[in-house]
């Protein structure tokens, strides 16, 4: 049962907030190709191409560990937060009484606040979970890499195992990217301890800040121009 003081417009600053969070990725599509992990795939494509043809791949094997590196980091990380936030539970009457005596901090119910927190664990624990599936796939990504054929061998199953190797690879990636995504929205959900107006504009503030490097930053613009100029290699 939902607490008394819980509104419609708490129901809206959620479901704006989750919204914005899982359809990103196709309502970035509506303003251009596509997020820049999506363009990067046959940029991937090309760096286990190249991998192919080198005799001793240090060098790839450093990129590889350096992404599961900071994956496991993120999934660390994550999880002793979201132990702190579970923890806040036992003490959950404290706290709210602290944070009653704040002026700037919306006044509610014992039974919201506590929703409240829960709306942040929620939060991160999808990031979590995305996290560690991103791992998951990233280990399925080394033994593919690790088991591609020097260029030398046969051409046609050649180019196919390169292929499914970097779309598994990109698949990581947006898992990756879809967790990272959390800890800004993750920012939103703690302005509704103010008030759901300020979770409705924060999350579309995030959102912006998030479409603004996907589509008008310089690093966004390189890009684009590189996956071109990569495209080139094929022609």
Not at 38 to 45: A, F
Not at 176 to 202: D, E, H, K, T
């Amino acid at each position: 049962m939902l607490p008394s003081d819980f509104t419609y417009l708490h129901g809206l600053a959620i479901l704006f907030l989750f919204g914005c969070w899982f359809a990103y990725t196709q309502i970035l599509k509506l303003f251009a190709r596509g997020p820049l992990n999506t363009q990067l795939e046959v940029v991937r494509n090309h760096w286990l191409t190249a991998a192919t043809l080198r005799d001793a791949k240090p060098f790839d094997a450093v990129l590889l560990g350096h992404i599961t590196n900071s994956i496991a980091f993120f999934g660390s990380a994550t999880m002793i937060v979201l132990a702190g936030i579970i923890t806040a539970f036992a003490n959950v009457k404290t706290i709210h009484d602290t944070v009653s005596e704040l002026h700037f901090i919306g006044q509610t119910s014992l039974e919201l606040f506590a929703m409240q927190i829960g709306l942040l664990t929620i939060v991160l624990a999808s990031s979590f979970f995305s996290f560690t599936y991103a791992l998951r796939k990233l280990i399925y990504v080394i033994a593919l890499v690790g088991a591609l054929p020097d260029a030398s061998q046969t051409r046609a199953p050649h180019e196919d195992m390169i292929k499914c190797a970097a779309i598994v690879l990109s698949e990581a990636i947006k898992t990756f990217n879809f967790g990272i995504r959390g800890y800004y929205y993750f920012v939103a959900a703690l302005c509704l301890f103010l008030s759901p107006y300020a979770c409705l504009a924060m999350t579309a503030v995030v959102t912006g800040a998030l479409f603004y490097r996907q589509l008008a930053t310089p690093t966004a613009r390189a890009i684009e121009d590189y996956v071109e100029a990569s495209k080139t290699i094929d022609r």
